[in-house]
């Protein structure tokens, strides 16, 4: 296999990455890409954020580390904003990829994502999906997961009696990928994601602005927490009071 796009999800690192390993063993460069779908911000049908700030931020760091690291081995990882379904068989196809490789997880618009980019794909690229989020790997299960009892307790213990925990995988010690993307012209279907590796947004740049009083609350924490490491600072060194006296008492006598 000469190239393989590697789409990153939930599992932004590069140790014990399966989804990363195998990728890179399997081809002799690969593309490793990020996409920010505007589908993962805004409310939930219940009416509760889907991702609010601090998950967002988190979100970005995250990003940010795992292209740090790529770049230390030789990589570099392409960021996008889009939809899913529509970015990642455009980068696929300006890439002339053989294969993607993704996470994937039992969860239902997680799911749906991942089946639109698979049926999106031509039939000349293959979508190898790797299970890389829970301690006990799915196919390592004692019972199948869709023939676990109603009770809990019973499969709890199959699994801790008859399962283990893989070994973590290795990261790649190098990740060999393009410095940009290419497209055969403007006019090409892959135009919009060609170009370099791409920005990370900012919390402002996804539409999420800063709580004026939370960053206050936390003003007013980081505050506190300062006084009260002065105060422990305080109590390492003089006694509390009633020791003191105490003390003082025992002379005396």
């Given at each position: 296999m000469e190239t393989a796009?590697?789409?990153?999800?939930?599992?932004?690192?590069?140790?014990?990455?399966?989804?990363?390993?195998?990728?890179?063993?399997?081809?002799?460069e690969v593309v490793p890409l990020y996409v920010f779908d505007p589908r993962t911000r805004g409310e939930t049908r219940y009416g509760t954020e889907k991702r609010g700030t601090h998950r967002t931020r988190f979100r970005l760091e995250s990003v940010a580390d795992l292209r740090a690291s790529l770049r230390e081995r030789g990589g570099e990882l392409f960021v996008r904003?889009?939809?899913?379904?529509?970015?990642?068989?455009?980068?696929?196809?300006?890439?002339?990829?053989?294969?993607v490789f993704a996470q994937t997880k039992p969860a239902t618009e997680e799911l749906e994502a991942e089946?639109?980019?698979?049926?999106?794909?031509?039939?000349?690229?293959?979508?190898?999906?790797r299970w890389t989020h829970t301690l006990y790997h799915v196919n390592d299960l004692p019972t199948r997961y869709d023939q676990i009892d109603?009770?809990?307790?019973?499969?709890?213990?199959?699994?801790?009696?008859?399962?283990?925990?893989?070994?973590?995988v290795p990261a790649?010690?190098?990740?060999?990928?393009?410095?940009?993307?290419?497209?055969?012209?403007?006019?090409?279907?892959?135009?919009?994601?060609?170009?370099?590796?791409?920005?990370?947004?900012?919390?402002?740049d996804l539409g999420y602005e800063e709580?004026?009083?939370?960053?206050?609350?936390?003003?007013?924490l980081l505050e506190g927490l300062a006084l009260a490491g002065r105060g422990l600072s305080l109590a390492a060194v003089a006694p509390p009071r009633g020791a003191a006296l105490r003390g003082a008492t025992r002379r005396q006598r």
């Open positions: 796009v590697v789409w990153f999800r939930d599992d932004l690192r590069v140790d014990d990455n399966p989804t990363l390993a195998d990728a890179v063993a399997a081809a002799g904003e889009g939809r899913v379904e529509d970015v990642v068989p455009a980068v696929a196809g300006a890439v002339g990829a053989d294969a089946y639109g980019v698979r049926d999106a794909l031509p039939d000349s690229v293959d979508f190898r999906r109603d009770t809990f307790t019973p499969w709890r213990k199959e699994v801790e009696d008859g399962a283990a925990v893989r070994d973590p790649p010690d190098s990740v060999p990928s393009p410095a940009t993307l290419q497209a055969e012209s403007a006019d090409s279907p892959v135009a919009d994601v060609a170009g370099d590796p791409g920005d990370i947004p900012t919390l402002a709580d004026q009083k939370r960053a206050a609350r936390r003003g007013l």
